[in-house]
């Protein structure tokens, strides 16, 4: 799975979601914190991927960019 | 990649914080009206640290540039004030773990692994640099030993007993704790130290003197990574040692002409523009950085496609200054000073304005302590006839006598500029 990087990229979006979810009325707050924390971590290891999250997971809507650009330096 | 995360980030901007939406309305735009990279670089208006100092003193701390609240701000650290005030600098918990990370692509590139160890020569307050190298350093998962409280001696039998693998230091202070080490009787390169990493001032990359001498006096490979307190560790060392590479998971940059605003050719000397994807507390788009580069966007020899700096910064827009009719930028006066055989690692260059309205560099540097008196006059003419022949403009030069030049643990200040105020741009004053 390790080198299939768009299947990784699926995983670790389900496990962030999952780890979202977890934390709606969730009252118990060091668990809270915990969750919270996984969250941006995860949200990191999206980043880190290059898969197309938002700015961080308080804006995390994936970018509505259509694509392109003229200057070719829109990829890393 | 880079242009969804610009995408993202304008949007963040325009949605929270009351200075962006300002902007977006002050040309008309909506982020969505941005629609490639080059349009961008030319329509989005450049951004600057004067901008946000007015707005900090106008409203502390942070003023209307911020788009987080107060609350959820992880860190504060400021800048040294040496353009005159302090930038304030907001991270999020986010920010400060993405900038951990920007540390940790240099320290990768030479060798050094999570099983390493650090030493902070470095007394923390509230410098953004090196607290951003600690977050850097935990991300890692390496080991943190703290040089917090400890005088030069002090740092020094801390290294001998703690054993780090890994020494950060602004260059200088490095300099200065080989030194303390010679006159201790501590043989530094027998030490545990693998790796000297720098940050803050010109360092390994952008002046090669330097790096001998670094990695003579430790008997260890000397880094860099090249940062703007207020973005990132931006830049870290290319492994071939020559440059470093803007760090594009986490920027987007282009280079300006200084003058006109225009993109500069590849290879071409501009100044670095840059936004950061790692500030989510207070944005910064399209930035300026007044450091001037000569940037390639393409595969290096390392294996790297980041842009590459060669050289690292040349120097700095808003220093750039005209000596006699000549564009002269101190940093390369630096390189040809650090390069002369018989002057110290301690030395000034002096920037007046003559009564004629001309400004005139000179260069005050110390000797050698092995060299004598009688040598101070020859090795003056011949510093000054390298400099007139690199810049084609005469330099005077003056030697003085060892440990008479100010000594500086964090950021040393060797361009020392006594020119009238009023000759000068605001962020040099």
Same mark, same amino acid.
């Given at each position: ?76 | ?9 304008? +949007? ?58 107060? /609350? ?25 773990? +993405? ?37 850097? =350093? ?60 720098? /940050? ?72 670095? =523009? ?156």
């Amino acid at each position: 799975m390790a080198n299939d990087l768009s299947e990784l990229i699926r995983r670790v979006h389900d496990l962030y979601r999952l780890t979202k979810d977890c934390r709606e009325g969730l009252d118990i707050p060091a668990v809270d914190r915990a969750l919270e924390l996984a969250a941006m971590h995860l949200h990191d290891a999206l980043w880190v991927l290059g898969a197309d999250v938002g700015l961080n997971p308080d804006f995390d809507a994936p970018s509505d960019a259509a694509g392109p650009t003229t200057s070719g330096k829109e990829s890393t | 990649m880079q242009w969804q995360r610009l995408r993202s980030l304008l +949007r963040y901007a325009n949605e929270r914080s009351p200075f962006y939406r300002d902007l977006f309305r002050r040309i008309g735009a909506e982020p969505g009206d941005f629609r490639t990279l080059d349009q961008f670089k030319r329509e989005f208006p450049k951004t600057d640290k004067k901008d946000f100092l007015h707005f900090q003193a106008e409203q502390p701390h942070y003023g209307r540039t911020l788009a987080v609240s107060e /609350a959820e701000i992880s860190m504060h650290a400021e800048t040294s004030g040496s353009t005159g005030l302090k930038l304030h600098i907001p991270y999020t918990l986010y920010d400060t773990e +993405r900038y951990g990370e920007s540390w940790i692509y240099g320290w990768w590139a030479l060798g050094i692994r999570p099983t390493d160890s650090f030493y902070f020569a470095f007394n923390w307050g509230t410098f953004a640099g090196f607290w951003s190298a600690y977050w850097g =350093v935990r991300r890692l998962g390496a080991t943190v030993y703290s040089g917090g409280g400890q005088s030069t001696s002090g740092h020094i039998e801390q290294i001998i007993r703690l054993k780090p693998t890994v020494v950060l230091a602004t260059p200088t202070y490095a300099v200065r704790l080989a030194e303390e080490a010679v006159k201790m009787g501590v043989d530094l390169p027998s030490s545990a130290v693998r790796f000297t990493y720098h /940050a803050g001032e010109p360092g390994p990359t952008a002046l090669p003197a330097l790096r001998r001498q670094l990695e003579e006096a430790w008997g260890a490979v000397a880094g860099e990574t090249l940062g703007v307190a207020e973005l990132d560790a931006m830049a870290p060392n290319c492994p071939l040692g020559r440059g470093v590479h803007m760090n594009e998971l986490n920027c987007f940059s282009w280079s300006c002409d200084p003058v006109d605003d225009v993109e500069v050719a590849e290879g071409e000397v501009g100044e670095n =523009v840059v936004t950061s994807f790692v500030q989510n507390a207070q944005p910064l788009i399209n930035y300026r950085t007044h450091d001037l580069v000569r940037a390639y966007h393409r595969l290096c020899d390392c294996g790297r496609t980041w842009r590459y700096f060669d050289g690292s910064v040349l120097g700095r827009s808003d220093f750039m200054i005209t000596v006699k009719g000549t564009n002269v930028y101190p940093t390369a006066v630096e390189v040809m000073v650090t390069e002369t055989p018989g002057v110290s690692p301690y030395y000034q260059v002096l920037l007046d304005r003559l009564p004629s309205g001309l400004e005139e560099l000179t260069v005050r540097a110390e000797a050698d302590p092995k060299l004598p008196k009688s040598e101070y006059v020859p090795l003056a003419e011949r510093l000054a006839r390298r400099l007139k022949d690199s810049f084609e403009v005469r330099i005077p030069v003056e030697i003085v006598d060892p440990e008479t030049l100010p000594r500086f643990e964090l950021k040393t200040k060797r361009i020392i500029d006594r020119r009238p105020e009023e000759f000068r741009r605001q962020l040099d004053r």
